[in-house]
């Protein structure tokens, strides 16, 4: 699948494999110390690199009965077939699962949130999902912004601090 974003970049996303853990961790490494705390609702500012490179083919590894996940690239000037967002779904119970989403801090507000969050709604309607689940930090404005610009139904709940998005 490819689209382009509002400024005109050209992505190319596609089904993630287990070969794409060194992507998982150069996505990473281009999320700024907020967009860690808003994604990992933790501070992650020096983690050890082989955690973060255990975890990234620990994220790489998804079973087909259980979620699904996608990569999205682009070639910048100096780096070619750059990652520049993930998305995903895990199965968590019959017709639910968890959601995650990260856009690179180079590329957030350019709509590539708003297109993995359409890819992860048709997919697990695919999959007969019906409710995506998803912790988010009260603070973290441009995901709360996404859903509402979703025109998804949507609850929030404790305090603001988790989501059902139904799909």
């Known amino acids: 699948m490819t689209f382009r974003t509002r400024t005109g970049l050209d992505l190319f996303v596609r089904p993630l494999c287990l070969e794409d853990a060194p992507y998982l961790t150069d996505l990473f490494a281009h999320l700024?110390?907020?967009s860690r705390y808003l994604r990992f609702n933790q501070a992650l500012s020096n983690p050890d690199p082989a955690l973060v490179q255990a975890e990234?083919?620990?994220?790489?590894?998804?079973?087909?009965?259980?979620?699904a996940?996608?990569?999205?690239?682009?070639?910048?000037?100096?780096?070619?077939?750059?990652?520049l967002a993930g998305a995903r779904f895990i199965r968590t119970g019959p017709g639910v699962a968890?959601?995650?989403?990260?856009?690179?801090?180079?590329a957030q507000?350019?709509?590539?949130?708003a297109v993995m969050l359409d890819l992860l709604?048709?997919?697990a309607r695919r999959a007969g999902i019906h409710t995506l689940t998803a912790v988010i930090q009260?603070?973290?404005?441009?995901?709360?912004?996404?859903?509402?610009?979703?025109?998804?139904?949507?609850?929030?709940?404790?305090?603001?601090?988790?989501?059902?998005?139904?799909?």
């Open 32 to 34: 700024g110390p907020e």
């Open 56 to 67: 990234a083919r620990r994220l790489a590894r998804v079973d087909p009965e259980e979620g």
């Open 69 to 83: 996940a996608w990569l999205a690239f682009a070639d910048l000037p100096g780096e070619p077939h750059a990652p």
């Open 98 to 106: 968890e959601a995650s989403i990260a856009v690179r801090d180079d």
């Open 109 to 113: 507000r350019q709509g590539i949130g």
């Open 121 to 123: 709604v048709r997919e």
């Open 138 to 167: 009260y603070s973290n404005n441009g995901i709360w912004r996404l859903l509402k610009q979703s025109g998804l139904p949507y609850r929030r709940g404790g305090a603001g601090t988790w989501v059902e998005i139904f799909v």
